[in-house]
């Protein structure tokens, strides 16, 4: 239940922060070491941008596992969903996930938009 309400609350706080190109609050999530946790952020893949890991991760705290886009329902051309990044935690501790939202194309050299998440693995 607990992770449930964290991946609504971050995909809420995105929504929000969604109307700012330049805001770039960070949001915590609390994970558990061991068990997997979802990082979602809004998309909309059929205007070529997406949505990439910025940065490295740090991999004694956590390692990422897949990527999954959901479309919202109903599922019609041109419609946006949501993008699912999938992490577990490793070890106990606190560390910073970044995902830049990046232009179409695949020469952008840097996001037009980040997304910051604190994540603290209990």
């Given amino acids: 239940m607990r992770k449930i309400l964290t991946v609504i609350l971050v995909s809420l706080v995105l929504t929000?922060?969604?109307?700012?190109k330049n805001a770039e609050p960070q949001?915590?999530?609390?994970?558990?070491?061991g068990q997997e946790f979802k990082v979602i952020v809004e998309s909309n893949p059929s205007?070529?941008?997406?949505w990439e890991i910025v940065g490295d991760?740090?991999?004694?705290i956590v390692?990422?596992?897949s990527r999954d886009y959901r479309a919202n329902e109903p599922v019609q051309p041109g419609s946006g969903g949501s993008d699912v990044?999938?992490?577990k935690g490793v070890n106990?501790?606190?560390t910073t996930i970044t995902l830049g939202s990046f232009p179409p194309?695949?020469?952008?050299?840097?996001?037009e938009q980040t997304q910051t998440f604190t994540i603290v693995v209990k």
């Fill in 16 to 20: 929000a922060c969604s109307l700012s």
């Fill in 27 to 33: 949001v915590k999530i609390e994970a558990t070491a």
């Fill in 47 to 50: 205007t070529g941008y997406h």
């Fill in 57 to 60: 991760l740090d991999p004694n």
């Fill in 63 to 65: 390692e990422f596992v």
């Fill in 85 to 87: 990044f999938i992490f």
């Fill in 92 to 94: 106990t501790g606190e």
């Fill in 105 to 111: 194309g695949n020469n952008a050299a840097r996001p």
